[in-house]
């Protein structure tokens, strides 16, 4: 083992800055503190009581989160893409567009759950299209064959 140096460069040990690298790895603290070399509850008293612990974490899961980020962001076009041909293709292409359509906004699920407090006069045209196509995508789900006829979106209605 190496010798430690207990000298605190920018509010931390060499030790620390190795343990927030391993945490940030997703260890727990005992793995952190076999890897550190330190006694676990060492790491637990960094993790929990040391604010210049705490904020070099921080600092570092928000660098981490920031670079996610900017790569789930380089991969929004090839997944509109995929999500564009399971809506012309997929086997599930009613759910998804149902999902999707809830997701977006465009229909609003709890209405759709509260059915049963409300009247059919009540429904909006898109929240008896979703409830049609619902019905519709169960009943499939009861039969043996598969379903060959895709689902159209209803047009858009004027304000």
């Known amino acids: 083992m190496s010798s430690r140096t207990y000298e605190r ?3 931390l040990t060499q030790d620390q800055l190795t343990a927030v690298e391993i945490v940030l790895t997703g260890a727990n603290d005992t793995q952190t503190a076999e890897r550190v070399g330190v006694a676990r509850e060492t790491v637990t008293r960094w993790r929990l009581y040391d604010p210049y612990f705490q904020a070099a974490l921080l600092s570092r899961r928000r660098e981490l989160w920031a670079s996610s980020t900017d790569a789930l962001r380089s991969m929004l076009p090839q997944a509109t893409d995929t ?3 399971q809506l012309r293709v997929g086997p599930n ?5 149902l999902d999707l359509l809830v997701r977006s906004g465009v229909v609003d699920r709890t209405r759709l759950a509260a059915v049963g407090e409300i009247t059919p006069d009540e429904l909006t045209p898109e929240e008896r ?4 196509q619902e019905d519709a995508l169960d009943a499939d789900a009861n039969r043996d064959e598969p379903r060959s006829v895709a689902l159209a979106l209803p047009a858009p209605l004027a304000p």
Request: proline letters at 0%; hydrophobic letters at 40%.
């Open 9 to 11: 460069r920018n509010g």
């Open 83 to 85: 999500l564009r041909d």
């Open 93 to 97: 292409r009613g759910r998804l567009a």
């Open 129 to 132: 299209w979703v409830l049609e």
